[in-house]
């Protein structure tokens, strides 16, 4: 059974930075596509960033240029490094884990979910 989880949330003002980690169990990081969700109170969950097996990225428009997903393969864990913070980026963030995932932005692909860290920007 392949575990997550969620790690680095906070409280943070406006203009701020967070990193978020999502630490796996086994060896889930180096061989699966790993994703970065959110969901805001009352919305749906969205697709923040990815990271396939071979390293290529993917972002949502809203944090791009803002947010960079990387992975540490020795150490099981994905990082997403958040800069420049908005209120709008408040939510719960979620790590995802899918062996095969065609579309990276695709919550329904990824197999594996953690529980999830809370994110909130003040103004």
């Known amino acids: 059974q392949v575990q997550l989880g969620e790690s680095g949330g906070g409280l943070v003002q406006a203009g701020g930075s967070l990193r978020l980690s999502c630490a796996a169990s086994?060896?889930?990081?180096?061989?699966?596509?790993m994703g970065w969700f959110r969901q805001a109170p009352g919305k749906e969950r969205d697709f923040v960033a990815a990271?396939?097996?071979?390293?290529?990225?993917l972002y949502a428009n809203s944090v791009k240029g803002r947010f960079t997903i990387s992975r540490d393969n020795a150490e099981n864990t994905v990082y997403l490094q958040m800069n420049y913070l908005k209120p709008e980026d408040t939510a719960i963030y979620y790590c995802a884990a899918g062996q095969v995932v065609a579309t990276l932005s695709n919550l329904h692909e990824y197999d594996y979910w953690g529980q999830g860290t809370q994110v909130t920007v003040s103004s």
């Open positions: 086994g060896r889930m990081v180096s061989t699966a596509n």
């Open positions: 990271i396939r097996w071979n390293g290529n990225t």
